[in-house]
């Protein structure tokens, strides 16, 4: 089965800083994809950022980019130019690919709780 | 509507009854899924739909929990005889189909408390 792992339970940062948030996995598969969910207290998750496997090249979307390490299944999320409403909980979570029933199921990680200070 | 919908937003009950919690997913969705949240974990998996029928109902705890999706949209999750650790927060998600990294819209949860 797969596992998500991230072992930063708590992050802080300056506004207007960077700070990067660690994840790894463990899966057997080859083909996946890696995902890196924001949870306000709203309770709503929402994505911040996605990762396809067979991508060499690491995902960006305006100030959140990934590392992504395929060989050592790590997958960390960098905040550049940290805004207070980036505060939140965020989730790293793995899709398999590979089809059958199981393909669709998300695998999460226990989360890091990001604060920004002014 | 906009997003997926979850009602209701908060439910208190009494220890070994039963409820029901309902979802609405975003229009067009055949893919939603239910996932359990404790407080300060990550969501745990409990079910996938794909369309009508449950493709994976792998991650339901026993068998006091039931999903439903009748006619491909609404679902709605239910617990008979409750117990105290079935207190979280659930959350539903759907996507256009469960392929590939389609991205999966969730609703703002139900939060369940038992007591």
């Known amino acids: 089965a797969q596992t998500v792992t991230q072992s930063q339970p708590e992050m802080s940062v300056q506004e207007a800083e960077t700070v990067t948030l660690s994840c790894t996995y463990d899966t057997s598969e080859s083909d996946y994809y890696l995902f890196w969910y924001k949870q306000p207290p709203s309770r709503q998750m929402i994505l911040v950022i996605r990762?396809?496997?067979?991508?060499?090249q690491n995902a960006t979307e305006n100030r959140f980019s990934v590392n992504f390490q395929k060989a050592a299944k790590s997958f960390s999320l960098k905040i550049s130019d940290s805004q207070l409403g980036d505060a939140a909980m965020y989730f790293c979570a793995y899709r398999d690919v590979a089809g059958g029933t199981s393909y669709g199921k998300l695998t999460f990680g226990q989360g890091t709780i990001l604060t920004v200070h002014p | 509507g906009a997003g997926v919908s979850q009602t209701p937003s908060n439910k208190v009950t009494e220890k070994g009854k039963y409820v029901e919690l309902r979802c609405d997913p975003i229009s067009g969705h055949t893919a939603l899924y239910w996932y359990r949240q404790s407080l300060g974990q990550g969501p745990e998996f409990l079910i996938y739909?794909?369309?009508?029928?449950?493709?994976?109902d792998s991650g339901l705890p026993n068998d006091r929990f039931f999903a439903v999706r009748p006619e491909g949209s609404v679902s709605t999750l239910k617990i008979q005889r409750t117990e105290r650790g079935d207190s979280a927060v659930y959350l539903c998600a759907s996507s256009i189909h469960g392929r590939g990294g389609t991205e999966a819209f969730f609703g703002q949860g139900t939060r369940l408390t038992v007591v």
């Open positions: 739909f794909q369309g009508t029928g449950a493709a994976d």
């Open positions: 990762q396809e496997a067979y991508k060499q």
